[in-house]
């Protein structure tokens, strides 16, 4: 956001340069990313001034060139050679004189130079207005009609204006701050200085019977549209803006149209109140409604281009009902402001900050209007402003106001009631600061004390400030600006509260799990926390607690905090298919967030770390020696299994899955505890983010893995003694799980068996419907002795014994 610095002295006393108030500003959290100087004409002129020509002659050697002497205020005349055809004795001229650096409107700037041109010396540069900066025509020299001195520096008769331009990187919460007296009210509350707003006493309606134009406004939406002002100008003249209002214009990037359009822009950048300027003669039915117009209605923008409108988007219509504007983010194309208007409507109004946000990002539209809009203006402050602009329009093209202004506000926003204890100002800032200093910096803020207790007090906030919603942004506002730079630091940095820090480190935890994953080909991602709504309200998606919702969110795109980490793998996911890059191994660390209703009716907040995996497309590239093949299950199983044994878990228990996200998986849990889930992603999920591949996703907490995780091992001695194999197939009923089979397995015979593997399963028409065939191998080891065949096969008779008795085995021979 640019800020005119001779601007903003018009509303408050700044003795300082700007540099210096670039820095009181990013002090105050307006962070002044560069302070760069502009002049009205590039160059300001420099070196230019205004000269006359005494006497002018052929050049002896060109047809085309004349040598003159042009009288600049010096001592003598300057011989210069002037190519220009219009050149004549007696004229009033703008001269270069040698070491100027002129900026032609087109092209590099060069420097002029003592030269001869043809055999004849030059002394400087007679110009033409293109060759400066001034227009476009290089038809001949300028001929000033003027009296002026000679001598006269170039700038002055011009009246070429300098200024500082602050860019300041204005963060989404400070709507505030979004117009130079925003940017004026930080000043004020930081150097304790008082504001100059500008007067509106003389905004006086003419009541002649000739000039009277009252236009009606309905509002049928009243909560897409809280607050609607506007008043009447009559026999207005459209004309080009004096150099003033160009000039504060052009220095913050604006390109002047004409003087009420001006106007409407000034007075956004202002008070931060966009407003919107009709041709009352294009109001038909001379009337205004606030409504919306049935979704798929075409509408022409002011850019010429035709939009379909949505069920949502609210527009300013005319008597018949008939678009005239893109409520708070474009006008159409009928109903502007031409050279042919003689009477304005005003509008100024408080919209919605989540329907202009839905219409912009809908119509692709970023205007200065939606922008001010989407993060919330001031619903207090309509009538001011279109009674600024009035008295403006009047003063600068003419006319009478012609109307009382109409204000249709049926529900007023009434300021915020926080209440804010001692304590907890002191904790969060870190130092203990008087009553004195703290009200003072509120109340320079525009935020009142309306109660004082002992220990604590209540303050009233202004609408406008939509970003101080509670306690803490109340302290952050005494924080800004009482100064982070005063805040003492203590040699030994501490806290008011006692801290018990955990001995292991989940970020070396992290590291470690995460190099196994790239170690096995995978590739880690970084997401938005922020996610589009849209993704679990389509599927009727709920999940543990509600949604957080952004209050001053950027787009609905990015609307809530994510409950889940799978839609943001989603995107990423969709970005490399559409890419051709179809083999995808992912992993991410991350959060999901919800929140908790607690017993005393208040919201608690709640965010989990989580883990997870993305497994898509090939299991490796193809190559000569094996023969592609889709990734399954299994293979993400495989990697989760990894993960497991790395965190040191064990005695997991593995639950078929129902979940919305899955069309099938499995739940892993210890003890009582759900450690994830892993599976298949649903088709119709993946199909809404364009993805027609098979994508599996398991999804791990974090925290727990980190908390159950036990990072100490034990060395024991390589086994003296042979382990033995022995393998076994078994048919069983086709739910029967490999968890189950481990669990009898483990049951049976502890000591003995260290390991079983399911090597193969079967499914088919060898088997009786209903059943499945594992093929199970067994790793038989006595740590003390050899196992004998008398002993072995008993083990096994054992284990046979229960896959039968329990589990209704067959076992094959």
């Not at 601007?7 to 210096?20: G, H, M, N, T, V």
């Not at 070429?160 to 117009?179: F, H, K, M, W």
């Not at 040699?491 to 801290?499: F, H, K, N, R, S």
């Not at 770390?609 to 590239?621: I, N, P, Q």
């Amino acid at each position: 956001m640019k800020i005119s610095y001779n601007w903003l002295k018009q509303y408050i006393d700044i003795p300082e340069s700007p540099e210096e108030i670039g820095q009181t500003l990013t002090g105050t959290g307006l962070e002044v990313e560069s302070v760069e100087a502009f002049e009205t004409v590039k160059g300001g002129l420099k070196g230019l001034v205004i000269g006359e020509v005494l006497t002018c002659s052929k050049h002896p050697n060109a047809d085309k060139l004349s040598i003159t002497t042009v009288d600049v205020g010096g001592e003598k005349p300057l011989q210069i050679v002037c190519g220009a055809p219009n050149v004549a004795a007696g004229q009033k001229v703008v001269v270069a004189t040698v070491g100027t650096t002129v900026h032609p409107t087109k092209g590099e700037p060069f420097l002029i130079k003592s030269a001869k041109i043809r055999g004849e010396q030059s002394e400087g540069m007679i110009c033409a207005e293109d060759e400066i900066g001034l227009g476009e025509s290089h038809a001949g020299i300028m001929v000033l009609n003027t009296t002026t001195s000679n001598g006269t520096l170039a700038s002055t008769f011009f009246n070429i204006q300098s200024d500082y331009v602050l860019e300041i990187g204005l963060t989404p919460n400070r709507a505030d701050a979004a117009s130079h007296i925003g940017v004026a009210r930080d000043i004020k509350a930081a150097k304790k200085r008082a504001i100059a707003w500008p007067s509106i006493e003389s905004f006086k309606v003419n009541n002649n019977n000739n000039t009277t134009l009252t236009i009606p406004v309905t509002v049928e939406e009243p909560e897409m549209c809280p607050r609607f002002s506007g008043v009447s100008i009559s026999n207005v003249t459209v004309k080009e803006s004096p150099s003033w209002l160009k000039a504060r214009l052009q220095a913050i990037g604006l390109t002047p149209i004409n003087n009420i359009v001006d106007i409407t822009n000034f007075i956004c950048h202002e008070l931060g109140q966009p407003l919107h300027a009709y041709d009352v003669a294009e109001i038909t039915g001379k009337k205004i409604i606030v409504k919306t117009l049935p979704a798929g209605t075409k509408f022409k923008t002011l850019d010429g281009k035709e939009r379909t409108l949505i069920a949502t988007d609210l527009m300013v219509c005319d008597g018949e009902g008939k678009g005239m504007c893109i409520a708070g983010v474009f006008g159409g194309m009928n109903s502007g402001i031409t050279e042919k208007t003689t009477n304005v409507f005003l509008e100024g109004a408080y919209w919605s900050p989540s329907v202009i946000r839905k219409t912009g990002m809908h119509h692709g539209l970023k205007t200065d209007a939606s922008f001010r809009f989407e993060r919330g203006t001031d619903p207090n402050g309509t009538v001011y402003a279109v009674k600024r602009a009035a008295l403006l329009i009047q003063e600068l093209a003419g006319g009478e106001i012609a109307s009382e202004v109409v204000d249709i506000y049926p529900t007023k926003i009434e300021n915020r009631i926080i209440e804010v204890k001692d304590k907890n100002v002191n904790r969060l800032i870190g130092k203990a600061l008087s009553r004195d200093v703290i009200f003072g910096i509120l109340e320079s803020l525009d935020i009142q004390i309306t109660d004082k207790k002992e220990d604590r007090f209540t303050v009233s906030v202004p609408p406008y400030r939509v970003d101080v919603m509670q306690e803490a942004d109340v302290v952050e506002e005494i924080l800004r600006i009482y100064g982070f730079n005063q805040i003492e630091l203590t040699e030994i940095a501490g806290t008011d509260y006692l801290a018990s820090f955990p001995a292991k480190d989940i970020n070396k935890f992290k590291r470690i799990v995460g190099e196994m994953l790239t170690g096995n080909g995978f590739f880690e991602i970084l997401t938005n926390s922020l996610t589009n709504a849209a993704y679990q309200q389509k599927h009727q998606l709920t999940f543990a607690g509600e949604p957080v919702e952004i209050l001053n969110k950027l787009s609905e795109e990015q609307g809530i905090l994510r409950q889940t980490m799978l839609f943001t793998g989603l995107e990423v996911v969709a970005y490399n298919v559409n890419r051709k890059q179809k083999d995808v191994k992912l992993f991410e660390f991350g959060k999901i967030y919800w929140k908790d209703a607690a017993k005393s009716g208040q919201e608690k907040y709640q965010e989990e770390e989580r883990l997870a995996l993305y497994l898509s497309g090939s299991f490796e590239t193809e190559n000569w020696q094996n023969a592609s093949r889709a990734v399954s299950y299994y293979d993400l199983a495989q990697q989760v299994a990894h993960i497991l044994q790395k965190s040191c878990v064990e005695n997991t228990k593995q639950e078929p899955l129902t979940d919305a996200l899955f069309e099938f998986g499995v739940k892993i849990t210890k003890g009582n505890k759900e450690i994830g889930r892993i599976g298949k992603v649903k088709t119709a999920l993946a199909k809404d983010f364009g993805i027609k591949q098979e994508i599996f996703y398991a999804d791990l907490n974090t925290s727990l893995l980190f908390k159950v995780a036990n990072p100490k091992f034990v060395v024991t001695e390589v086994p003296k003694f042979p382990e033995v194999r022995r393998d076994l197939s078994l048919v069983l009923d086709k739910q029967v799980t490999f968890a189950e089979i481990k669990e009898l397995v483990a049951s049976t015979e502890k000591q003995l068996v260290k390991e079983l593997i399911a090597f193969d399963v079967y499914e088919g028409d060898k088997i009786p419907q209903g059943k499945k065939a594992y093929a199970l191998g067994f790793t038989l080891l006595d740590e003390t002795k050899t196992l004998t065949d008398e002993e072995i096969d008993k083990t096994m008779n054992k284990l046979m014994a229960a896959f039968e008795q329990k589990m209704g085995a067959v076992i094959r021979k």
